[in-house]
Each structure stands twice: as structure tokens, then as C-alpha cells.
């Protein structure tokens, strides 16, 4: 009898249990579907308003594609190369690879028509020195500038750290002048000069200013198309020059590279194991296709995210014609939000996916209202502006990114909210800080300066590129010596 | 709350890495296995969901079992058996 009553006890528990956390889901879920009511209703609001604002709706629907693609195959750009030497998992250096060449698919039409929001950068040496910066700050942050974004949502606010740490150390070091010009090279500041910028701007003080005005606008802005002599804005160009050439040939290389070195030996003893034959090369082909979709969660959100990539630039590029004019800046002065437009009345509105800029201005914004001016310098004041974080069309698309990326961690109940530990916390500030000045030299991060920029078949994301995977790889060095450190202490206790 | 790494009986170890972010979770789970036994069974914790793809994609390339996988509002529990 005795024993029949605790078996109903129990049982009972394990129901409440259960309803318990079926009601806990079934709130997170009511908490996806409020967010996505709320972001409805700042559209349509915003819209009846003036309909101006449809044109920063598009930049936040698209951020919230983003953030959901994001969260949904666990997209990080820092995982790509990181996991690659640390653990030897090539999953989301596949999935990059797939969204870019899908980006670049779905963007050289656009490109050909004429039609691409797209610009090149300067291509030099600095590309491959930024990438470093941004490759040692994503592993020891532990994510890049985009995946921090996608993990704010998901609750965990190391990730949140690193943003306020990012858009911190790039407003700081976009404005340091004083000391910081005694380590500025006289051609560069001669060569600044020459430039002739409005007196706004004082172009001697400051060392980004120089570094940018004096070095890096010195060195060509070219595509693939360019260099092999072909327009961007044709058939040949698009396809041959910037798919073909810019992406195609070089991500087939990366992919066959990291299959012959990380996937195929691992793969085939496994197929061995069962039997299978691996020889020849259908052998090889199988090996290689295995890898690409060894995590179709991954490879789908790279898909997704690719082709909503060059849509963002056309609806963006269709609008501007709509409305008549070739930036927000336009906009903003005629809907009556002039403050904090550069001086050439422009604001930062990239028409494409960007991360790291819009986190500068909000801080810059900021120390601007505290009395410190920062309009002088050449990327607030001449290129960018300090918009009012609330009309910032590239605000939008980060804050509805954190949205989209929150509204699918919810919806499938890995929302958690996280808080840092005063270790995890120092990784944090510490490796956003080095992004945020990879992010200034590079003129943009694992987005802006690589993703981007690759897609569209500028010389300039590969070499950036280059150096992320080389700062990795010394972050990872990093991090495999402190681990170790730390584990062995435990395995010691143990006897291991 | 920091990593702990605990033998809890002999052959099943205890790795509890909550709190962290990659890449922490997925090299401190690939150099616990490297310390234990053919056989061995990790029982794993961790909160960060990303680190789950990588670990999951690093077990199966090694070779070795996940044989519990749990997930519970943010909570990753999971056993692993090195091979």
C-alpha cells in the first residue's frame, strides 16, 4: 500500500513537472510572437507617420532575417576559423563559404544591372593587418561582431559586453588625436593634407584621420571585374570578374584545402569502418559533398542568408531611386532629424549588411551629448555622422538582428538568460576591444570587410580574410595554453 | 562559477562548463577527452548552444559516442563515450 502511494506521488510530480515546463515553453513562445508584434507595429506605426521610415523598416526586417538565420545555424564567423585549428570542425567555415557564394549568385545580376549599393575599399597591405587585430578579438571574445549580436538575443550577455566593448574601443580610437600623432608618419600627414577636407575636419590630429587620408584612400578600390578589365556593371564583369574569378575559384580552393586537410582522413576511416568503398574519385567526391552538408542546419541558414544578403541591396538601391536620393542623410534632413549628419550631409547607410559602424555612432552619439566632439574627425564627421541612435537606419537593422535572433531562441527554447563571470567578462572587453580597432584599420569587420566584400568581388575580403584566419590562429594558441593550464590542475586532483 | 572536472566513479568523468562561451566549452570537452580512457564516459554541461554544433561535429569526426544528448531551456546535458 505504502509502496503503491509513493508511486503515485511520484508520478504525480513528474506531471506537475512536466506542465510545468510546457508552460514555460509555451511563455517563451507568447514572448517570440509579442517580439514579432512589436517590431510589426514599429513598421506600420512609423509608416502611417511618414513614409519615409519605410525605408529604415527595410534595413530592420532584413537585420531580423539576418538575426534568425544567425541563430538558427548557429552562424559565426569567428567559429569558422577558430573551430577549424582548435578542434578540427570545419562545419561553419562550409557554411560561410556556401552563403557567400550564394551572396555572389544572387548579387552579380544586381552588379550587372547596375543596380549594387556595393563599394569597393582600398586594397593594401592594412587589410591583411586589420584582419589580424579582428581574428585575435573574435577568438578571445568568443564570437565575431555579428554572432555577438545574434547571442545578445539568446540572453547571454558576455556577448552583450563585447558590443558595448566593440562600440566603445572604435568610437574611442576613431577620435584619438594628441599623443597618439607622434606615431603618425610625416608622408601621411603630408599626403592627408593634400586632400584638401574641409576645415571641419582636423585632418593633423588624429591618428585614424591621417592613417585614412594619408595611407589608405593612396591605395586603389578595385574589384576582380576591374582588374582583369571589365566594368562591374556588365555581364562579364559581374559573372566572369567578380563571381567566377573573385569567389567561385578561390572558395572551390579553400573548400578543397580544408577538405584534404581537416575532413578526409577522418571521413574515410569512418566509411572504411563500415565497409564502404572510398576509392577513386567518386570516392573523393563523396568525401568532399559529406562535408558540405555535414550540418544542414548550418549550410541552410548560409543559403538563406546569402540570397536575403542581395535582396537587401536591391530593395534598398530601389527605394533610394523612389524617394530620390543616394543616402539616409537625404532623408533624415527632410524628415527634420538633421543632427549628426556629416559634413557632407550623408550618414552612415551602407545598403547592405553591416555590424560594426552603426555600434560606433551610438557611443558616438553619446560622448558627443556629453560635451565631447568628435565631428571633427574624418569618420564621424566626414563620412559617417552621429545620427540619433533612434533614426539610425543601421541602428535598426542591429537592434531587429538582436530581435530576429531573440524571437527563434525563444521559439525553440534555448533562450537563457546568461550572466558574465568576472572571467568571461574580461574575454569580453578585452577581445571586442581588439575587433574594434581591426574593425577601424579594416574599415569594417567579419561583415563589412569580409563577407561583404567577397560576395561582390572586392580584392580587399579576401586579404581581410586572411589575416581573421591568421589572428585566430594565434587566439586559438592563446586559448589552448590557458585551458590546458586550467584542466590540468583538475586532472592532477584526479590522478590523471 | 568557474569550469569544474571531476571523476565521478570510475570510468564516468563530470565536466561542467556553464557560464562559458566558445570557444571554452568545445576545447576544455576535446582536452578532457584526451585525458580519459578508451571507454570512459564524459557526462557533459554546458549553456552556450553554439558550442553544441561544434562539439557535436568534433565527437563524430573522433570517432567517439554521444550517448545522452538533453536540452532544457538553455541547458545542455550530454554524455559522451570516448572510443
Known amino acids: ?496 | 562559477m568557474g569550469m569544474t572536472f571531476e571523476k565521478k566513479e570510475e570510468g564516468r568523468y563530470m565536466l561542467n562548463v556553464n557560464g562559458y562561451v566558445c570557444p571554452h566549452p568545445q576545447i576544455y570537452t576535446k582536452k578532457a577527452l584526451e585525458k580519459m580512457a578508451s571507454g570512459d564516459i564524459l557526462e557533459l554541461f554546458f549553456d552556450n548552444p553554439s558550442s553544441g554544433e561544434s562539439i557535436e561535429q568534433m565527437i563524430e569526426n573522433d570517432g567517439n559516442e554521444l550517448v545522452v544528448k538533453n536540452v532544457d531551456a538553455g541547458q545542455f546535458e550530454w554524455h559522451i563515450q570516448k572510443s
Open chain 1, 1 to 496: 500500500m505504502q509502496q503503491h502511494v509513493a508511486d503515485v506521488t511520484t508520478a504525480d510530480a513528474a506531471v506537475a513537472k512536466m506542465t510545468l515546463e510546457e508552460e514555460a515553453k509555451r511563455k517563451k513562445k507568447l514572448w517570440a510572437l509579442g517580439l514579432l508584434g512589436l517590431f510589426s507595429l514599429i513598421s506600420i506605426s512609423t509608416f502611417v507617420y511618414n513614409e519615409y521610415y519605410i525605408y529604415l523598416s527595410v534595413y530592420l526586417w532584413f537585420g531580423m532575417i539576418y538575426g534568425m538565420c544567425l541563430q538558427y545555424g548557429r552562424f559565426c564567423f569567428s567559429s569558422a576559423f577558430r573551430d577549424l585549428f582548435a578542434i578540427k570542425v570545419p562545419r561553419m567555415l562550409v557554411g560561410i563559404v556556401i552563403a557567400t557564394l550564394l551572396f555572389g549568385l544572387v548579387s552579380a545580376p544586381i552588379t550587372a544591372a547596375g543596380l549594387s549599393t556595393f563599394h569597393a575599399a582600398p586594397v593594401s597591405s592594412h587589410a591583411i593587418i586589420a584582419g589580424v587585430f579582428f581574428g585575435i578579438g573574435m577568438v578571445i571574445a568568443g564570437g565575431c561582431a555579428s554572432s555577438s549580436l545574434y547571442k545578445t538575443g539568446e540572453g547571454n550577455m558576455n556577448a552583450l559586453i563585447v558590443i558595448f566593448s566593440l562600440s566603445l574601443t572604435q568610437a574611442l580610437f576613431a577620435d584619438v588625436g594628441g599623443w597618439a600623432n607622434n606615431f603618425v608618419p610625416e608622408a601621411w600627414t603630408q599626403s592627408a593634407l593634400e586632400k584638401g577636407l574641409p576645415a571641419s575636419i582636423t585632418v593633423t590630429d588624429g591618428w585614424v584621420d591621417q592613417y585614412l587620408a594619408g595611407y589608405v584612400w593612396n591605395n586603389p578600390a578595385i574589384t576582380y571585374a576591374e582588374l582583369l578589365g571589365m566594368p562591374n556593371a556588365s555581364i562579364a564583369g559581374a559573372f566572369v570578374g567578380n563571381l567566377f574569378v573573385g569567389i567561385f575559384v578561390p572558395a572551390s580552393l579553400l573548400l578543397a584545402l580544408v577538405y584534404a586537410l581537416y575532413w578526409r582522413k577522418g571521413y574515410r576511416k569512418k566509411q572504411q569502418k563500415q565497409g564502404k568503398d572510398v576509392s577513386g574519385l567518386k570516392g573523393e567526391l563523396a568525401g568532399y559533398w559529406s562535408m558540405i552538408t555535414a550540418n544542414k542546419r548550418t549550410a541552410i541558414a548560409g543559403m538563406i542568408l546569402g540570397i536575403a544578403c542581395a535582396l537587401h541591396m536591391l530593395v534598398i538601391q530601389g527605394l533610394r531611386v523612389k524617394f530620390g536620393f543616394k543616402n539616409a542623410g537625404t532623408m533624415l534632413e527632410r524628415i527634420g532629424w538633421d543632427f549628426g549628419l556629416s559634413v557632407q550631409g550623408t550618414v552612415f547607410d551602407p545598403g547592405y549588411w553591416y555590424v560594426t559602424t552603426q555600434e560606433a555612432q551610438w557611443v558616438g552619439w553619446t560622448l558627443q551629448k556629453m560635451g565631447i566632439e568628435n565631428l571633427d574627425n574624418i569618420y564621424f564627421g566626414f563620412v559617417n555622422g552621429i545620427p540619433n541612435p533612434a533614426i539610425n537606419p543601421a541602428d535598426w537593422m542591429s537592434l531587429a538582428l538582436i530581435g530576429g535572433a531573440a524571437i527563434i531562441a525563444l521559439y525553440h527554447n534555448e533562450f537563457k538568460f546568461k550572466k558574465p563571470t568576472w572571467e568571461t567578462a574580461m574575454w569580453s572587453a578585452i577581445g571586442g576591444a581588439f575587433m574594434g580597432i581591426g574593425s577601424r584599420l579594416g574599415l569594417g569587420c567579419n561583415v563589412g570587410a569580409y563577407f561583404v566584400r567577397v560576395a561582390n568581388g572586392d580584392c580587399s575580403g579576401w586579404l581581410f580574410g586572411l589575416g581573421m584566419a591568421g589572428g585566430a590562429y594565434l587566439g586559438v594558441k592563446f586559448f589552448n595554453w590557458w585551458t590546458e593550464r586550467k584542466l590540468d590542475k583538475e586532472a592532477e586532483a584526479m590522478g590523471l
